[in-house]
């Protein structure tokens, strides 16, 4: 883990990580599964980060937000996002799969740095809808989002299937 840096002089800068930054975005994962009470849940590896954020297929961007001071830069947090598509808008979106901050870092206005970016990117590539989820119990987040004008979807709930349960409705396809 990395040791934390003095707050005063803290230079904060955004930017698009690189394949280079994969190390550092898994552990910012793997530390976001622990705070959701999730540790042994990913499964993720570096190589599967570097084949879907930087490969020929790339599925998801990402923003990694650095505190510099002097001549010291680290890793404060990220965010991970993709394109959907809204059939009953007909353009694309934005889904945020993941916002993490660590918590020597927190209340430095990085979380809302690296929502305000992705809402950015949204705006500029023309998409109306920025959308991402979050934990009925995580109150913090909750109250952090509202004040930044996000609404809680009471109507809608996600629907998942995965594993065993993917595997047999794939075989039900004709």
């Known amino acids: 883990m990395t040791d934390p840096l003095p707050n005063r002089n803290d230079e904060l800068n955004l930017r698009a990580t690189t394949s280079a930054d994969v190390s550092q975005i898994l552990e910012f994962i793997r ?3 622990t705070y959701e009470r999730e540790p042994d849940a990913v499964l993720a590896t570096e190589a ?3 084949r879907d954020g930087f490969g020929p297929n790339k599925r998801f961007d990402c923003v990694i937000a650095e505190l510099t001071n002097a001549d010291r ?9 993709f394109y959907n598509y809204s059939t009953w808008r007909g353009h694309a979106g934005i889904y945020l799969e993941d ?6 870092h927190r209340g430095k206005g990085i979380g809302k740095a690296l929502l305000t970016r992705v809402a950015a990117i949204a705006v500029s590539e023309g998409c109306p809808r920025f959308e991402w989820s979050v934990l009925d119990w995580n109150t913090p987040s909750i109250d952090f989002y509202k004040q930044l004008g996000a609404v809680m979807k ?7 299937v995965s594993g065993e349960a993917l595997a047999a409705l794939a075989t039900q396809s004709k």
């Open 31 to 33: 530390e976001l599964a």
């Open 73 to 81: 830069t680290i890793a404060a947090g990220f965010a991970l996002y």
């Open 99 to 104: 916002l993490y901050v660590s918590p020597e």
């Open 48 to 50: 599967d980060l570097l």
């Open 154 to 160: 009471s109507e809608w709930k996600g629907m998942q």
